[in-house]
């Protein structure tokens, strides 16, 4: 299997991103986006590059400083970086680990500013089936609710680094695809979209204030609760899934990334993910016209992404509408 796989669309490297990215350039990366291991939640491999193999939380972030250090001096002066994430449960009875903040002591440290925070909806039913969380299920709430927890949100939180901006990401005719479930829309909110979808989506409005769509689509991305993201809109990653060192596969969502990629970059412009998994982030950049590069450790996750990416050309075609071309 080849280490690194690079084309005129994406370049993509099997190796541990504190030892890859070094080699980058600074001031280079327009945007990143990416999903950090959680620390001790999940075991992703076996090899003690993985941070989520760390002894301890406290070695996990000194670890992880690593990474935000290196996103930093590549990153362009006044460009984000995103970051997914969650709280960590710690084990028995012992509460929650408040990772989402440390994520953003962590990057103010380093000089980045906090910019933005979006939590993202989960149906509870669905993550108490797929994590079998005790304190999820409805027999716990019949039995004690102070063991009782509710199933928590994600975040995306979002990050600018210091310095002026010097390629403005201008948006010449608003929003025209909106990345959501429309199935989670009432039935007035499914109206008004379908009928803005109807008269605006094939139009390219130079006078913003024309554009309903692009206004009704900006209000549910501004939302500091994204409670539209369609759950099933992922990579394939089972083929990636081995037994003995892996618990837990989950890509990132493709519309958490096809909204900060439109949101925070031109077409055209560099996306990077150190950890790249099965390739999401990369497919989704790709797909709307950037160029991608990924970094992934595990050699399966690897051979997966290099899988999926083979296959972006062919449904690249899908989001013509978001290339604000």
Known sequence: MEKQIITNDYA?????????????????????????????????????NDLGNCKTYEEFLQHYEYVVNEVYRVTMPGRMTCVHCMEIPKNGDQG??????????????????FWD?????KEPLRVAIRTRQRNLMHQQLVNDTTKCRGALADYVLVFKKTGENKIEVKKPYGLVNYAGDIKLLNKE???TYNSLYKKYSSAKYKDDKTNRLSQWIWRRYASSSWTDV?????ME?????????????????LDII???VVLWSNVGETILTPFMGVGSEVYGSVQLGRKGIGIE???????????????????????????EL
């Open 230 to 234: 369609r759950a099933n809109r992922m």
């Open 117 to 121: 925070r979006h939590n993202v909806w």
């Open 258 to 260: 096809e909204r900060c």
């Open 297 to 323: 450790l595990k050699e399966s996750y690897f051979r997966q992404a290099v899988r999926n990416l083979s296959e972006v050309k062919k449904t690249q075609n899908e989001l013509q509408t978001a290339l």
């Open 12 to 48: 993509v490297y099997n190796g541990d991103c504190i030892e890859k990215m070094p080699s980058f350039l600074d001031n280079t990366v327009h945007l990143s986006i990416y999903s950090p291991p959680f620390a001790s939640l999940y075991t992703y491999s076996s090899s003690d």
């Open 96 to 113: 929650l680990v408040d990772f989402p903040g440390d994520i953003i002591r962590l990057h103010e440290k380093i000089g980045f500013k």
């Open 189 to 191: 909110e499914l109206e």
């Open 237 to 253: 990653y089972k083929p990636a899934k081995e037994n003995e060192d892996d618990r837990h596969v989950c890509p990132l969502h």
